[in-house]
């Protein structure tokens, strides 16, 4: 959802009969979440750990998904388009502060 997922919902966004703005404001919606999932997930890695928010962050992504691809309803694709925001949000916090660095490259 958070890279290019107005691709695979798409055909959803025709049938909910969206019109070129809307289909706008859907996409961008995600990127104005994201800061907001760094936030978020700063919080509950100092909280619940490293690995658990990673999990975390993975299943909403694939509620994100799911909500998509299934719902025909306008709300819904915006309530996906902001959970995906806040799980791109979430996999840049844990996977480029945490994860990153504690990988060893061998030359």
Known sequence: MAHGGVTLAFP???KAEFDKDSV???ASVSALATPLGTILTGFF???IGRKKTMILVKLLSILTWLVAILLKNPVF???SSVLGGLTRG??????FLYYWPEVKIYY
């Open 90 to 95: 979430g996999e840049y916090e844990v996977q």
């Open 45 to 47: 890695t100092d909280r």
């Open 12 to 14: 959803n966004l025709l």
């Open 77 to 79: 694709f915006y309530g």
């Open 24 to 26: 706008a404001t859907y």
